[in-house]
């Protein structure tokens, strides 16, 4: 082979793993920005803004989980409850529709706490003892 | 034939013996009470009624844990009050011994009347699989896919959706509620998997380039060929086998329009 041929070789895959390392590292706007581009802002204080949507929490909560998947998901027949690496997003029903609230993870944790206590941080609540697995758990 | 009836007997007695029917088989039991407070709670919002029916095969024992609206420990269709309708979860987990090379294994439905919530629609919430059910989370993917069913039920149409409001800062401030989990990153978990690859694809074309330059020249290297003689004795000149262009010609044969400068052998 050709100094010429494997110099260019070298040169396409360097090109094309360049090209994925920035659609990587600029593609992603974040769940901050995909609530922002996708729903209808009602209000914001600080870091805490509620969104709505005309759609049912169902349908939102898997836009935005298959948009940005979150971490962790917490369910309860008032909402789900989707945590990210820095804040927390809830999907309730409002008016035949839905409102996506989202917070920072220490407000939003005291906002939901009642629902997401035990699972994601301190607090007396539910889910602190759920169990797992049985004899053959883990195999 | 006495020995094999009494053998058969006693299987007979074995399969009709009940098996243990209680929510705490994959729950602690404030866990289930939770979970069927929380179902009690949807009930008086939507009057429909939620339960959990889970058959467990613990290593030959049968185990069966249910729950409902009603209370825990309480089939849905035992409970004393109206449904409007009803929505249950049942499954069946089957945990084998450590030695047994059966792996363990697990099956869910969602069981609705009327119109209401499917197993499709649990599955596209994708918070339980038959995978989870049969490993370490069962109690967990469990109680998230019961706390579903009133939300796939208003989804559905077969009641309203129930609304929820942040709670104020002050209740969580009284019960020193904080997060002390530690999620993912969500760049690694969005685009981690491409940067990786990116990174794998541009560090293979440094590394062939280095290589590239490391090995320029060898196998394609010209062939180096001896100079053509400046003298060719005339015994040694073929003129069968010579090419004018590139052999000198011998010295009794000048080139043409040239004067004849015929070199000769050098004495010795």
């Known amino acids: 082979m050709r100094t010429r041929t494997k110099l260019f070789i070298a040169g396409g895959l360097g090109g094309v793993g360049l090209i994925v390392l920035l659609v990587a590292l600029l593609g992603g706007s974040g769940i901050r920005g995909h609530l922002a581009d996708n729903y209808r802002r009602v209000s914001a204080d600080g870091d805490s803004i509620v969104y709505t949507s005309n759609q049912k929490p169902t349908k939102v909560y898997e836009s935005i989980r298959s948009a940005v998947s979150p971490a962790d998901v917490q369910v309860d027949p008032k909402g789900y409850f989707l945590r990210y690496s820095d804040d927390i997003v809830a999907v309730t029903a409002s008016d035949g529709g839905s409102r996506i609230y989202i917070d920072d993870e220490r407000r939003g944790y005291a906002h939901w706490y009642p629902f997401v206590v035990g699972f994601w941080g301190t607090g007396s609540g539910y889910g602190e003892g759920i169990r797992g697995g049985g004899p053959g758990a883990g195999k | ?268």
């Open chain 2, 1 to 268: 034939m006495r020995r094999a009836l009494v053998t058969l007997a006693a299987a007979l007695l074995l399969a009709a013996a009940p098996g243990t029917a209680s929510a705490q088989v994959i729950f602690e039991p404030s866990d289930a009470d939770d979970l069927a407070q929380k179902l009690e709670d949807a009930y008086q919002e939507q009057g429909v009624c939620y339960g959990w029916d889970v058959d467990v095969d613990n290593v030959g024992s049968q185990q069966e844990s249910v729950g409902s609206n009603f209370g825990a420990d309480t089939d849905v269709d035992d409970g004393t009050g109206d449904c409007d309708a009803t929505v249950e979860f049942q499954a069946s987990i089957r945990w084998t011994s450590e030695s047994s090379e059966i792996e363990d294994s697990a099956s869910y439905q969602v069981v609705s009347s009327g119109s209401g919530p499917t197993t499709s629609d649990l599955d596209s919430l994708e918070i339980i699989s038959a995978e989870g059910m049969a490993g370490d989370n069962v109690g967990l993917e469990v109680y998230k896919a019961v706390s579903a069913l009133p939300l796939l039920a208003a989804e559905a149409g077969l009641a309203d959706p129930i609304e929820a409001s942040p709670a104020p800062p002050s209740e969580a401030r009284a019960d020193n509620a904080e997060p002390t989990d530690s999620p993912t990153s969500d760049f690694l978990r969005q685009s981690g998997g491409a940067f990786l690859f990116g990174a794998v694809l541009l560090v293979a074309g440094v590394v062939f380039a280095i290589w590239a330059f490391r090995t320029r020249g060898q196998g394609s290297r010209p062939v180096r060929t001896a100079p053509p003689p400046e003298y060719v004795p005339p015994e040694w000149y073929d003129p069968n086998t010579a090419r004018g262009d590139v052999r000198p010609r011998p010295p009794d044969q000048p080139e043409p329009g040239t004067p004849n400068q015929n070199k000769t052998r050098p004495e010795e």
